[in-house]
């Protein structure tokens, strides 16, 4: 589970809006709360996050929410990740996403040769 909290500053409003746009499901208030109070604000369950729709349309939510980060950092906020309640580094959260790329094309590739007719 990857969380992220932004620091709050006189963008605020940006922010709240840029999430909403990403994620309609938190109301202003909350999103607003938990910025003001230094909380997670987002979140990306990796193992939740699978819809066998995203596979049929090749639908990859770990990169759209990647670029999400991207678009808030644009803005100008000032985000901290954690990985399950630890703190990590864009570049950690880009390596675990590449592991999880890597790791499922092997399973992919073990299904595919188990499958095979001979």
């Known amino acids: 589970m990857f969380n992220v909290k932004i620091e709050n500053d006189k963008n605020i409003v940006k922010y709240i809006s840029l999430i909403r746009k990403y994620d309609s499901k938190p109301n202003i ?6 910025i003001l109070n230094n909380e997670y604000v987002l979140e990306y369950d990796v193992y939740a996050s699978y819809d066998a729709y995203d596979d049929l349309y090749e639908i990859d939510r770990g990169e759209l929410f990647r670029q999400f980060l991207d678009k808030l950092m644009s ?15 864009l570049e ?4 675990r996403f590449q592991t999880f790329k ?17």
């Open 29 to 34: 208030a909350d999103i607003k709360n938990k």
């Open 75 to 89: 803005v100008g906020a000032k985000i901290t990740i954690y990985e399950d309640d630890e703190e990590i580094s």
């Open 92 to 95: 950690q959260l880009d390596n």
């Open 102 to 118: 890597e790791i499922e094309e092997e399973v992919r590739e073990d299904i595919d040769r188990e499958t095979e007719f001979s």
